[in-house]
């Protein structure tokens, strides 16, 4: 009995914090933005770009996504309160908050009537804000940004924290301080100089739940369509980027190490079933003797068996199931990760043991019911 | 009367071949319904090897076995069960109940392998123990017996299905003085009553309890009489 509650109850607790592994990994691949998916244009294969309602287009025929945004990058100078500091404006939509690791601290995300507009509004980093004018709460103020020779003026319409870039750069840009802000990329085209309809060749999908196959096999036809460039092989599509992948890959081997572990287990869980099934025939040798010279059949005491070893490894299984689901609790807060209990996964194992149980027991059961009496009688 | 068992010119053989022992050599047996036999013989004297034959238990080499009329001689290992389960009712010296089962549980037994209703069986284990004197033990375990009342409730288990036969190896075997008289005054109650009693020992002062004395060595019968001494 031990040894198949012990058994089933390592099987669950493995499997149940092997499910809390994957669940903890995937919000934390929610939340810094994992889940989208980069659509951009061959440029050796056309020279083709996306206009500004093209992408409204795309945008509207995808379902099942929070939106899409290109991502262009400006490098411009900003004369500031602490001296003149360089400056990445990223040009995008407003899905773009999507992105992840954007936090508002003060005021508010462009929006989308801000990119339909071409309003130059942008959104700065913590540091940028302290940078350009001392202080964080910079919301409704204005600057002016020096970029190829144009300088545009800019109106703060939010502030976010600083995330893992602004770090970067603060470690790493030395003596010369690099900014980050963020703005609709209209805007950015026009202050710039550019062409708002002829200088996009790509952009990101953002996917609000995890129907990433679904939006991957859709977006291709739809960008292709809108695009007019069929059967052209021109449009690159990549799920997401290489941290999800590799992650995804680590998440397939944890799982197939999980289940070899768990199919190990209900493996020793049923040859301990057999261990107890034989020691107890072995035990009960004069007990069968006696019921076969009461007139047991064999088939009566081969079905004794059988049931005792099925009640034997059922109740084993609900007491193991209870056990397991306890100490993968216990590790599941120690260790961080969220405890998800699937109920088929509870009623595969015991069932499995239970079966396992029965294919296990059939030899010792055999044996007892093919005992000679007068043998059996004999045994102390 | 009536022949319930006939055994003719039976043979059983170990070890066939050069050191082959013959637990019974040539053995010729008739027992008519309602009798109260004794076979007595020493250990080795072959009276085992006849009592598991009589019982079903075991096959003869050669000759045969006629129970009821029937051939039970070359039988599969079930048919043998379900013989041994319609016509005999073991009394075993070392009792033979199960342990873990309460008496009245261990009466039914026999009953649960007919296929007897539950509310059938306990009625009839019920009376049964009534019948040995254990009213009030019914929902004890064997060990919180003494020996005597164990033998009774195993007993009650051989006659709870009315079996025409009861076989009784060596019954008072293990048993004290005391319990030996009672067990001895059940059994020839049941002779009374009208069953065929056969009851297998090593013991003079057991045997000349019944009324037909069969003396067994060497695998052979050496005598068969009435039993002068037989008081009812």
Do not use: W
């Amino acid at each position: 009995m031990l040894g198949i509650i012990i058994g089933i109850a390592a099987v669950l607790t493995v499997l149940i914090i092997g499910d809390g592994m994957k669940a903890t990994v995937n919000s934390e691949m929610d939340s810094i933005g994992a889940t989208s998916i980069s659509v951009s244009l061959d440029n050796t294969k056309t020279d083709k770009t996306i206009t500004k309602q093209q992408l409204r287009d795309i945008e509207n025929n995808i379902e099942g996504i929070y939106g899409i945004s290109p991502s262009t990058t400006d490098f411009g100078t900003v004369v500031g309160r602490k001296g003149t500091v360089d400056m990445y404006m990223t040009g995008g939509s407003e899905s773009m908050i999507e992105r992840g690791q954007i936090k508002m601290v003060h005021g508010r995300y462009f929006s989308r009537s801000d990119v339909d507009e071409d309003k130059r509004v942008v959104v700065l980093s913590q540091t940028a804000a302290d940078y350009i004018f001392g202080y964080e709460e910079v919301v409704g103020e204005t600057f002016e940004m020096d970029c190829y020779g144009l300088t545009s003026e800019f109106t703060v319409v939010g502030i976010r924290e600083d995330n893992t870039m602004d770090k970067a750069y603060a470690l790493y840009g030395g003596d010369e301080v690099i900014v980050m802000g963020e703005a609709p990329f209209t805007a950015v085209a026009d202050s710039f100089g550019y062409d708002v309809d002829s200088y996009i060749s790509s952009f990101t999908i953002y996917l609000d739940s995890v129907n990433k196959d679904e939006v991957l096999s859709r977006a291709r036809s739809v960008v292709e369509n809108i695009l007019g460039l069929r059967g052209e092989n021109a449009v690159k599509i990549s799920s997401g980027s290489g941290f999800d992948q590799t992650t995804e890959s680590i998440l397939n081997i944890i799982t197939s190490v999980v289940a070899i572990i768990a199919a190990i287990s209900l493996l020793v869980g049923g040859i301990g079933v057999m261990n107890i099934m034989t020691v107890s025939v072995t035990e009960r040798t004069r007990e069968i003797g006696i019921r076969k010279s009461l007139g047991a059949r064999t088939s009566s005491i081969l079905t004794q068996f059988l049931a005792e070893a099925a009640i034997l490894t059922f109740t084993g299984g609900i007491i193991g199931m209870a056990f397991g689901m306890g100490i993968s609790f216990v590790i599941c807060r120690i260790v961080d990760f969220s405890f998800v209990v699937r109920p088929e996964l509870v009623v595969l194992v015991v069932a499995i043991s239970t079966a396992i149980g029965l294919f296990f027991g059939i030899y010792p059961a055999k044996r007892a019911a093919k005992l000679d009496p007068i043998e059996a009688l004999r045994t102390e | 009367m009536k022949k319930l068992v006939e055994i003719k010119d039976v043979c059983k053989i170990y070890n066939p071949g050069e050191n082959e022992v013959r637990a019974l050599n040539h053995v010729t047996l008739t027992i008519g319904e309602g009798e109260f036999v004794a076979i007595i013989g020493q250990s080795g004297s072959g009276k085992s090897t006849l009592m598991n034959m009589l019982g079903c238990l075991d096959t003869p080499t050669s000759g045969k076995y006629f129970l009821h009329g029937q051939d039970v001689s070359h039988m599969t290992d079930d048919e043998q069960s379900d013989v041994r389960n319609r016509e005999i009712g073991f009394i075993f010296q070392g009792f033979n109940l199960i342990p873990s089962l309460t008496a009245l549980e261990n009466v039914e037994l026999p009953l649960i392998y007919r296929g007897v209703s539950k509310k059938e069986r306990e009625r009839l284990a019920n009376s049964a123990l009534n019948s040995v004197g254990l009213e009030k033990r019914k929902t004890h375990k064997p060990n919180e017996m003494s020996g005597g009342q164990q033998q009774r409730v195993a007993i009650a288990r051989a006659i709870a299905q009315a079996p025409p036969i009861l076989l009784a190896d060596e019954p008072t075997g293990n048993l004290d003085t005391a319990s030996t008289k009672e067990i001895i005054r059940i059994i020839k109650r049941l002779y009374h009553e009208g069953r065929t009693v056969i009851i297998i020992t090593h013991d003079p002062g057991i045997a000349k309890q019944a009324k037909r004395i069969i003396t067994i060595s060497d695998g052979m019968i050496q005598s068969d009489i009435i039993n002068p001494d037989y008081k009812e």
